[in-house]
C-alpha cells in the first residue's frame, strides 16, 4: 500500500479508504489515480476481508501502553477518557480501551481491535522507551488506520498529536522557585518514561541551566504514579547531606507523598522545604498546604483528540508531515510553594 501511495502522490489513508470503497472521501481524479497505480502493480486485497472492513463499527479505540496495575484509576488518564468519551457519545461512537504494558514482548498485544476490525479509528497513549512508543506509532501508522497520538508524533508520520505545553509549564515553575530563594531545586519521576513527563524533566533541567544551579543528584526516579512512591523518593532526598529546599514532582500524586514525608519528619512546608505537584489534579487545592502545581488541561486535551480523529474519519486529511495540536497550561501559586 505504501508504494501505491507514493506512486499516486496520496497518503496512505486514502489508499486505504480506496480499497476499502470509500471512494466518497476521495475526488474522482483521485480515485482514478490510485486505481491505476493498484492495476499496475497487481496489489489487491481479499475481496471479504475488504467487504467487512467497508462497514463502519462506530467504535473508537483508546489504546494504552502502561505498567500500572491500576492505570484506569490514573487521573489524568481518566481525565483524557472523559474528554474522548464525550465527543464519541455526541457522535454516536462507543469507545474501546485496550491496553499492553510498554515492552517489546507485551506492546503489540496494543493493536489487537485494529487487526480484528473492531474499531474505526485510535487514540494512542503510550508509556516506555521512546523506541518503543516509535514503533507503536508506526505500526499503527502502517495498518492504514486514522489516528491521533497525545504526544509528538515522530517525523514523516502523517498523524495528529495533541500535547500541553508541559515543557514551558515546567521551566515557568522551575523559574518561580529560582525567583523565591532556591539554589537546591530536586525533581522527581517514576521508572517508566511518559512523554510528557519527559518534556516536563527538560523544562526543569533548561530553567537550572540558565540559572547555573543545575544539580543532577537532585533528580530522582522510582516507583509508578502513586504517593507511596513520592514517599519513598522525598526519604532519599530528606537524607542527602545537603537536602533539597524546594521538591518538584511529576505530577500532584508524588507530591502527596513528600508532604507526608516532610509532615512525619516534622519539616514544614514551605518553610523549611517547598513541594510542588504538575497537573492540578481536583485534590490539589484541598492538600495541606495547598498544592502549588500546574495545571494541565486533562479533558480538553480528550476533546480535542477526539474532534481532530472524527474530523480523519470524515475525510479531513492532516498535512504529510503531520500536524499538533498544543494546549496551554497554566501556573497555580498555593500554600505549598
Not at 497518503?11 to 480506496?18: A, E, M, R
Not at 504514579?225 to 547531606?241: C, V
Not at 521538591?247 to 502527596?256: E, F, K, Q, S
Request: with cysteine; hydrophobic share 45%; net charge negative.
Amino acid at each position: 500500500m505504501r508504494d501505491v501511495a507514493g506512486r499516486a502522490g496520496v497518503s496512505l489513508q486514502t489508499v486505504s479508504n480506496y480499497v476499502n470503497g470509500r471512494f466518497n472521501l476521495m475526488s474522482v481524479e483521485t480515485r482514478e489515480r490510485v486505481g491505476r497505480e493498484l492495476d499496475g502493480l497487481g496489489y489487491w486485497p481479499n475481496a471479504a476481508a475488504r467487504s467487512l472492513r467497508a462497514k463502519r463499527t462506530m467504535t473508537l479505540g483508546f489504546l494504552i501502553l502502561d505498567e500500572g496495575a491500576r492505570f484506569l484509576a490514573d487521573p489524568m488518564t481518566d481525565l483524557i477518557i472523559a474528554g474522548i468519551g464525550d465527543v464519541a457519545r455526541d457522535n454516536g461512537y462507543s469507545l474501546l480501551i485496550q491496553a499492553a504494558r510498554p515492552d517489546p514482548d507485551d506492546a503489540d498485544r496494543l493493536f489487537s481491535p485494529l487487526l480484528e476490525d473492531r474499531v474505526d479509528g485510535a487514540f494512542l497513549f503510550l508509556s516506555g522507551a521512546a523506541a518503543v512508543r516509535r514503533r507503536s506509532i508506526r505500526r499503527v501508522d502502517e495498518l492504514g488506520f486514522s489516528f491521533v497520538v497525545f504526544e509528538q508524533a515522530p517525523a514523516g508520520v502523517a498523524v495528529v498529536s495533541v500535547t500541553a505545553e508541559n515543557r514551558s509549564g515546567a521551566r515557568q515553575l522551575t523559574e518561580y522557585l529560582l525567583a523565591s530563594g532556591h539554589r537546591r531545586i530536586a525533581f522527581m519521576s517514576t521508572r517508566t518514561p511518559w512523554p510528557m513527563l519527559e518534556e516536563r524533566l527538560r523544562g526543569y533541567r533548561e530553567a537550572l541551566s540558565s540559572a547555573e544551579a543545575v544539580a543532577p543528584e537532585l533528580e530522582v526516579t522510582d516507583g509508578i504514579w502513586d504517593p507511596a512512591s513520592g514517599a519513598r523518593m522525598a526519604e532519599r532526598l530528606f537524607e542527602l547531606a545537603d537536602p533539597p529546599t524546594a521538591i518538584m514532582c511529576g505530577n500532584d500524586l508524588l507530591a502527596l507523598g513528600v508532604l507526608q514525608t516532610a509532615r512525619v519528619r516534622g519539616l514544614r512546608v514551605p518553610d523549611d522545604v517547598a513541594v510542588t505537584g504538575f497537573d492540578d489534579f481536583e485534590f490539589a487545592q484541598f492538600a495541606d498546604p495547598p498544592l502549588t502545581t500546574v495545571r494541565v488541561p486533562g479533558y480538553e486535551l480528550g476533546r480535542a483528540g477526539a474532534e481532530s480523529l472524527l474530523a480523519r474519519l470524515a475525510g479531513e486529511e492532516p498535512p504529510a508531515g503531520g500536524a499538533r495540536v498544543t494546549l496551554p497550561v497554566t501556573l497555580q501559586l498555593r500554600g505549598s510553594a
